[in-house]
C-alpha cells in the first residue's frame, strides 16, 4: 500500500488508547527489520529518517527503501523526517515524497519556532503531508542535533498551548525527562507534566528518546497521552551486538550477508517487542 501520514495513524491511535512506534532506519536491514516486525505483529508503524541517516544512504535511498517495504507488507507505514532542522531539507524530503516531517525549532525562541513551523506547515499541508514540531530541549545527541544535560530544558505546559493555538500542528514533541542515545541511569519522566500538557492540547504528543525508558513507565505515558514514541538506540544496540557476536564466532567470515543477516534478525526481535509494549499489535 501507499505511504500513509503520521496523523492518520495517531488519530487512531489516540483513539485507540496504544501508541505507534517510530523506529530510525538507517540502512537496507533496518528497513526491512522493521518491515518484517510490523507484517508479524500486524501493527502500524513509522519508519523515520534523521538528516544525518539521510547524509550517510542518500534521500532517494532512503525513500525508495521505505516506499518498496509500504508497497510490498500489507501494514500501513508512514516516512517520516526526523528531528529536521534545515528548512530546505524538510522541502527536500516533502518533494521525495515523504509522508510526514518534522521540524525541530526548539532551539529558538518561542515565536521564532512559531513562525518557522508555520512556514512548514504552509508547504506540507496543501499536499497531505503530516507536520510535527517540538517545543522544549531534549537533551542528548540524535545524530548531528546535540544538546548538553545543562542546556535541556521541560517543556512548559503553557507555552505548548499557546504554540499548538498559534500553529495548528498535527503532532507535539514534548520534553519530559527522556534523552537521546543511552542512559547512563535509569531516567525519571515528569508524568505530572505530561498530564498537564495534555490538558491544555488536543493532539497527539510525541516522546523522543524512549530507549532505555521502563516498559511500564512507557505505558503510563502513552496512558497520559503520548501517541508516537521514538526508538533508535535500541535498534541500534541490538544490531550491533548480534554483528560483534557473530564476528566474534567466526573471525574468517567474509559474507556480510552471513554477518548483517544475524543483526536484521536480531532488530527484528527488538522492534516486536517495543511494538507489543507500545500496544499496536493488530491494530493494522
Known sequence: MAL????????????????????????????????????????????QASQGAISYAGLEYITGMVKLAAD????????????????????????????????????HSLEENIAMTNKVLDIARPVGVSVEAELGK????????????????YTDPEEARYFVEKTGVESLAVAI?????????????????????????????????SSGVPDDTIRSAIAGGVCKVNIDTNIREAFVWKMREVIAAKPDEIDPRKILGPARDAAVEVIRQKIRVFGSAGKA
Open 177 to 209: 525527562g527522556t534523552a537521546h542515545g543511552q542512559y547512563k541511569g535509569e531516567p525519571k519522566l515528569d508524568l505530572q507534566r505530561l498530564a498537564k500538557i495534555k490538558s491544555l492540547v488536543n493532539i497527539p504528543i510525541v516522546l523522543h528518546g
Open 4 to 47: 500513509v501520514p503520521v496523523t492518520e495513524l495517531l488519530l487512531k491511535a489516540e483513539a485507540g488508547g496504544y501508541a505507534v512506534g517510530a523506529f530510525n532506519a538507517n540502512n537496507t536491514e533496518i528497513v526491512q527489520a522493521i518491515a518484517m516486525a510490523a507484517l508479524q505483529e500486524r501493527s502500524p508503524v513509522i519508519m
Open 72 to 107: 510490498e507488507y500489507d501494514v500501513p507505514i508512514a516516512l517520516h523526517l526526523d528531528h529536521g532542522t534545515d528548512f530546505d531539507q524538510v522541502v527536500k524530503c516533502i518533494r521525495s515524497g515523504f509522508s510526514s516531517v518534522m521540524y525541530d525549532g526548539s532551539k
Open 138 to 153: 531534549i537533551g542528548g545527541t540524535e545524530d548531528n542535533v546535540h544538546v548538553d544535560a545543562k542546556d535541556a530544558l
